[in-house]
């Protein structure tokens, strides 16, 4: 299995001053689950280099057992440091892609063109797309063959309105995650709040918020290896 993980390069907060980037917990677990159910990982951001982790995502309330494992691992924290460009990404050589969450993905992700033609890429080969709390952000403007957007008609969850309201950004973020994807016609339905809820549809995988992490890649551990 050979693995994409895809990870915002956005590291500002709005114009507030305040750091953003990946969350931690969203990386760690799937990134753990699937390294050790045999997975190749390749990490990718739009600009390459290193990917900027949310400095909340790192206190020490926020700590899991792989986020403690991620900080002691050598080779992860290579990769995070050293990730490739999206440019230089060819779908082909990966049978699924990942996008972890966090904030930053809203100001980068979702207005990125090559990121957006990627997923377009590897839903036109049927391989499995999968996104966590923020990063259903990165589906704003894909369209799949017929020109659609790609979540019209889709069960679609992510990071709803009122965990945004509960964590006082929703003035702060370019836009609400829930609203997009109901605006390019997703059928968006939502668990407790900071509760696990995952759902798929087709190759399409999403998860509405750090909690949801593990069963994301669950969901997308069992698709592969189905394969």
Sequence with gaps: M???FVLTSHSQMGDTGHKTGFWVEEFANPYYALLDAGANITIAT???GVAPIDPTSDLPQNSTEDT???KND???QKKINETLALADI???DYDAVFYPGGHGP???LAEDSISAKLIQDFDGANKPIAFVCHAPAALRH???AEGEFLVKGKRVTG?????EDAVQLSTIVPFLVEDILKSKGGIYSRGKVWEAYAIEDGNLITGQNPASSALVAEILLKKLQKK
């Excluded at 990071?159 to 965990?163: A, P, T």
């Design 74 to 76: 050598a080779e992860a």
């Design 106 to 108: 809203l100001w980068d």
């Design 159 to 163: 990071f709803s309105n009122e965990e």
């Design 142 to 144: 894909v369209k799949n």
């Design 46 to 48: 739009p600009k390459g």
């Design 2 to 4: 050979n693995i994409l």
């Design 68 to 70: 403690e494992r991620f």
């Design 90 to 92: 060819n779908f082909e």
